[in-house]
């Protein structure tokens, strides 16, 4: 089984899949001084929904095994995801030449600390996230209404292609 490690979420290796923005403390320019007692920090990430109505849901992941089994993605629509209450593991791959086989010799996986929104562009390959430390974790999804119903293609992994995520060893 092809292993592959988790990387910090950094804008040269993402820019490729998405945007992202850390919505709990900001690195962004506020619209006035970030000490009052109210900031505002304004357009931080886009999403692109084409004239539909955004639709904001939950997925909560329990622990499972650190395996990447399956996998989808969107023609039409950019998808948003943050992890609300625990920091997640998020793969992505951008498209193959094929649409129904997910392309695991390009798959990149991410650590993604809660709080943090993830913007991923259409074409993009992807699925459900990881827990980093074995408890639930809910992230907020934003889709056009229904898109998982009407444009989301999912591929399931071959066993013999499956990718296993793994932490990096830490240095002594």
């Known amino acids: 089984m092809k292993t592959v490690s988790v990387q910090p979420l950094s804008v040269e290796k993402f820019h490729r899949y998405g945007s992202y923005a ?4 900001p690195c962004a320019d506020a619209t006035g001084p970030k000490d009052a007692p109210i900031v505002f920090f304004r357009d931080m ?14 997925c909560r992941m329990t622990a499972r095994p650190l395996v990447i089994d399956v996998g989808e ?4 629509a950019c998808e948003v995801s943050m992890p609300l209450d625990n920091d997640a593991l998020v793969w992505v791959a951008a498209a193959g030449a094929e649409a129904d086989r997910v392309p695991v ?10 709080g943090t929104l993830l913007m991923l562009r259409p ?22 209404e229904r898109e998982y119903m009407t444009d989301c293609i999912c591929a399931q992994i071959p066993k013999t292609e499956q990718v296993r995520i793994r932490f990096p060893e830490k240095k002594a």
């Open 22 to 25: 850390a919505l709990i403390d």
């Open 105 to 114: 010799e390009r798959i990149e996986v991410f650590y993604v600390p809660k």
């Open 73 to 76: 993605y969107h023609n039409r």
């Open 45 to 58: 990430v886009q999403q692109e929904l084409f004239g539909s109505n955004p639709s904001f849901s939950t």
């Open 123 to 144: 074409g993009v390959w992807h699925h459900a996230a990881f827990s980093v430390n074995r408890k639930p974790v809910n992230v907020m999804i934003v889709l056009p």
